[in-house]
């Protein structure tokens, strides 16, 4: 049975909680975990802090620090059929789609093992002084605690692991209670790589009795948050009175812009695609279609058409596109966002239901849904429902499209369909988010950041950026030939 996993030992929860797990796909139980209290949390957080303030891994060369990420991806690859299976039946997601995840994960150590291998970005500062040295070095923020979510357990927790142990950082990684065996299965790996104890724990459980403690505990120096927009800002205010650093990716409402010019075939594709992959459980989901008035009847008439047509299934259903929600739960929270927006005028132009497949009865599925004539102010519009839900918004031109696009909360993500590369970057450099596409959606790489602005979160993940949220920068001032200032004589 999975336990958690403190300085270097595995072992139980001290109050001897467990929790069910259960495949989104079926409800049948895939296993039962620990699960951890304060006590637990407090346990972990005092073991990173003798890593941190003790251990070897702050003071490892950063080139060696690097060759054990290296080595770490390559034990991703070899690994890669178990830990996609056991992010299959935590998630529901497609086994093909975990396969990929895994691939990404290991491009994330891989790269953050070469960028700790080429430095950290050190320099000199001229100070106009012949009798001093002045340089600016980067070091280990220090404990930092990594909350990740459900929707891609396993890579999200790379996207905080990998960077922070490449800057010489002890961790405590909590991932989201309904998902946790690859981050189990991540723990495993480290310590084959040869991560010393203590480095890296992981406490398994809910957000008030673990997650709350740990971002609070004064021994902690960092808090990198993954999730919703709500326990975002909890996580924020338990972080304050001890103003340790703060990095929170908020999930957004991302607009997907289509102009009338754009690739017809293409562009419907995508929108699919952008919307509907993991049933739009993505916080880059491209779930607001604006669509220029010319082309909207056409276009919207061929995506609903396609919709229909999109099967769902199970991890391992070879024939199917789209899997279950992660919970009953959070399928209710879907339905309860499509009833608001048919209350408020949208139109309903299939979906909107659960299958009727006896199949899928056992599983917590929801169909392909697409909402017609969506207005701005409808809640279905300007919150993050984080399923398988299109709303669909009329524009006329480049003016509106943008104003549009930027009347949200958030600044997650966006796209942009056109021929015209004029127009093309014209609205991608007005669009207020973190990261904007041109006539495609969803790809990413780790050499390029992510996150979003205005309420879709504080800093970055990924790129040069991702390895600078887990450093601080330290002047050193360097009197050569120190002498008497004699300023008091």
């Not at 409800?27 to 957080?45: F, I, N, Q, R, Y």
């Not at 891989?110 to 040295?133: C, H, I, K, M, S």
């Not at 058409?305 to 099967?311: D, F, T």
Request: glycine share 10%; hydrophobic share 45%.
């Amino acid at each position: 049975m999975p336990k958690l996993f403190i300085g270097g030992e595995w072992t139980a929860a001290v109050d001897g909680r467990v929790r069910d797990i259960r495949c989104p796909a079926d409800g049948s139980l895939v296993a039962t975990v620990d699960e951890a209290g304060p006590k637990d949390a407090a346990a972990a957080v005092a073991a990173a802090r003798d890593a941190f303030d003790r251990g070897p891994w702050p003071g490892t060369p950063a080139a060696e620090r690097g060759r054990l990420l290296l080595r770490v991806a390559e034990l991703l690859e070899r690994d890669k059929a178990r830990l996609a299976r056991a992010e299959s039946l935590d998630t529901g997601k497609r086994y093909v789609e975990s396969q990929i995840d895994v691939d990404d994960v290991a491009a994330c150590f891989r790269y953050f093992g070469q960028l700790a291998a080429v430095g950290a970005g050190d320099r000199v500062v001229a100070t106009g002084g012949a009798d001093t040295e002045s340089r600016v070095v980067h070091e280990p923020v220090g404990v930092c605690v990594l909350i990740t979510p459900w929707n891609y357990p396993l890579l999200q927790a790379a996207w905080k692991v990998a960077p922070a142990l490449a800057a010489g950082n002890t961790v405590v990684l909590k991932p989201s209670e309904p998902t946790p065996h690859t981050a189990v299965g991540l723990m495993r790996l480290l310590t084959e790589a040869g991560l010393p104890a203590g480095t890296a724990n992981l406490v398994l459980g809910a957000g008030p009795t673990a997650g709350g403690p740990l971002t609070a505990d004064e021994r902690v120096d960092m808090v990198s948050f993954t999730g919703g927009q709500a326990t975002g800002r909890r996580v924020m205010a338990a972080a304050a009175p001890t103003v340790k650093k703060v990095a929170l990716e908020l999930g957004g409402k991302n607009p997907n812009i289509v102009f009338a010019d754009a690739d017809f075939d293409t562009a419907v594709d995508y929108a699919l695609t952008a919307v509907f992959l993991h049933s739009g459980q993505v916080c880059s989901a491209g779930a607001r279609l604006l669509v220029e008035d010319p082309l909207h009847d056409a276009f919207v008439d061929e995506l609903v058409a396609r919709a229909r047509r999109i099967r769902l299934g199970g991890p391992f259903d070879e024939r199917a596109r789209a899997g279950p929600l992660i919970s009953a739960a959070h399928r209710e929270k879907v339905e309860a966002y499509v009833a608001a927006g048919l209350a408020e005028g949208a139109v309903l132009r299939c979906g909107g239901s659960r299958p009727a497949d006896p199949e899928l009865r056992a599983g917590w599925y929801y169909l392909p849904t697409v909402l017609d004539e969506c207005a701005p102010g409808m809640t279905v519009v300007r919150e993050e429902s984080f399923g398988p839900v299109l709303t669909v918004e009329r524009f006329h031109g480049e003016a509106e499209a943008v104003a549009l696009a930027n009347d949200t909360v958030y600044g997650l993500a966006g796209a942009v369909w056109t021929r015209d590369p004029g127009l093309a970057h014209r609205v991608a450099s007005r669009l207020r988010a973190g990261t904007v596409w041109i006539n495609d959606f969803h790809p990413y790489v780790p050499q390029a950041e992510w996150g979003g602005m205005k309420q879709s979160g504080v800093g970055r993940e990924l790129g040069p950026a991702g390895l600078a949220e887990y450093q601080e920068a330290k002047h050193i001032w360097h009197n050569t030939a120190p002498s008497p200032l004699r300023w008091f004589e």
